[in-house]
Structures are given as structure tokens and as C-alpha cells.
T-cell receptor, first 113, second 113 residues
Framework: EAGVVQSPRYKIIEKKQPVAFWCNPI?????LYWYLQNLGQGPELLIR????????DSQLPKDRFSAERLKGVDSTLKIQPAELGDSAVYLC???????????FGEGSRLTVL | GENVEQHPSTLSVQEGDSAVIKCTYS??????FPWYKQELGKRPQLIID?????GEKKDQRIAVTLNKTAKHFSLHITETQPEDSAVYFC????????????FGKGTTLSVSS
């Protein structure tokens, strides 16, 4: 069974440029999460989806971040415009239910210059 | 909301020794406590979890204990091996509809041979 797939794995951009990350969860997993992981820190929740509905986006900086999960499967996370402080790893995770084990992707490492 | 504190931030042991990592949580409603292992440049992966109706759970060299009264839980690794070297994250969640995992800041475990 394929795991959670994320792309790109690495992205280097200049500040004020836009960037987008894509996530394909494990088949059949209705719950999808985007987490932010700064160097030396634990993952921090950005947004959680139940199917196509964003049920928890309280930690998403909505002035520059947006996310969507059309058709309740793949998801994209966008930053526009990017700032220096956005440099981090963006982790996508999915789970078969709204409670229990999270399965993480390899992450997308963003460097903003 | 939930807050998870994790200690120590770094831990160095000799191969064969035991390692203990401790976490405290703030939300008395939390009832699911997983531990994730993240090797350098890799995705976090679940290694063991415990639910609030259980005080201790063991899986080969790994065990987790939970004290709900004191609101803390611990990871115990016995007979450590160099391949145990990684960053370990504890997490907690009330495991209810609308709640995602809240992670600690992580413990970097180094096992030297």
C-alpha cells in the first residue's frame, strides 16, 4: 500500500514569491492534516480536513496561507506571498478516522531566501 | 487547548542502557497518547501509543506508562541500540471530533556504541 505522498520534497524561493505543496493521502483515509515543523521542533497543526471540509483551521495564517481539498482526496497548501519565517518542513498526514494513528508523508522542505 | 511539555530535549546513552523520556499534558480530557520516532530527514512514524483506560503498554524493548492523575506519560526504551538514535515526539489529544494531535517539542536520543 502506498503511503502519504507529498511534492515537491524541496523548494527554494525568494521572499514574496508564491509556493504550493501537494499531498495525496492514503487511499480511504478521510482525515487529512497539514502540519508545520520548524527545525528542532515538534509538528504544529495548520489545518485538518474531514473529507473536503476544513474542520479546524484556527492555526492557519489566513492572510497568506490557503488550503483546499477538492473531492476529499488530494490537498494543496499554498503560501502567497512567502516570508523568510515560512522556511520549514510542511508535513501532510492522513488517518482513517478522526481519531488514532496519523500516517505522515516525507514532508516538503521550504527555504525562503 | 491542550499543551504538551516534553523532557529532556536531548538524551545521550551508551548502547545497552535504558532511556526514559517524559511528557506532561494540560487537558484532563485527553485520552490518547502516541509516541512518534523521526529519523533525520525522514517522516515521523508511530512506535507505540496508549489510551487512558490503560496504565502501561509494552512492545518488545519499548514501553509507555501513563499517570492520568498527574497528567504525565513516559516512554521507556530498554537495551538501547544505535538504530534507536532519532528524535522522539510525544503527543496528546482528547480524541474527540474536531481535535488533532498536539505534539511535544521532541527529544533527540543519541545511542553510542
Amino acid at each position: 500500500e502506498a503511503g502519504v505522498v507529498q511534492s515537491p520534497r524541496y523548494k527554494i524561493i525568494e521572499k514574496k514569491q508564491p509556493v504550493a505543496f501537494w499531498c495525496n493521502p492514503i487511499s480511504g483515509h478521510n482525515t487529512l492534516y497539514w502540519y508545520l515543523q520548524n527545525l528542532g521542533q515538534g509538528p504544529e497543526l495548520l489545518i485538518r480536513y474531514e473529507n473536503e471540509e476544513a474542520v479546524d483551521d484556527s492555526q492557519l495564517p489566513k492572510d497568506r496561507f490557503s488550503a483546499e481539498r477538492l473531492k476529499g482526496v488530494d490537498s494543496t497548501l499554498k503560501i502567497q506571498p512567502a516570508e523568510l519565517g515560512d522556511s520549514a518542513v510542511y508535513l501532510c498526514a492522513s488517518s482513517p478516522t478522526r481519531a488514532g494513528e496519523l500516517f505522515f508523508g516525507e514532508g516538503s522542505r521550504l527555504t525562503v531566501l | 487547548g491542550e499543551n504538551v511539555e516534553q523532557h529532556p530535549s536531548t538524551l545521550s546513552v551508551q548502547e545497552g542502557d535504558s532511556a526514559v523520556i517524559k511528557c506532561t499534558y494540560s487537558d484532563s480530557a485527553s485520552n490518547y497518547f502516541p509516541w512518534y520516532k523521526q529519523e533525520l530527514g525522514k517522516r515521523p512514524q508511530l512506535i507505540i501509543d496508549i489510551r487512558s483506560n490503560v496504565g502501561e503498554k509494552k512492545d518488545q524493548r519499548i514501553a509507555v506508562t501513563l499517570n492520568k492523575t498527574a497528567k504525565h506519560f513516559s516512554l521507556h526504551i530498554t537495551e538501547t541500540q544505535p538504530e534507536d538514535s532519532a528524535v522522539y515526539f510525544c503527543a496528546a489529544t482528547p480524541n474527540q471530533a474536531g481535535t488533532a494531535l498536539i505534539f511535544g517539542k521532541g527529544t533527540t536520543l543519541s545511542v553510542s556504541s
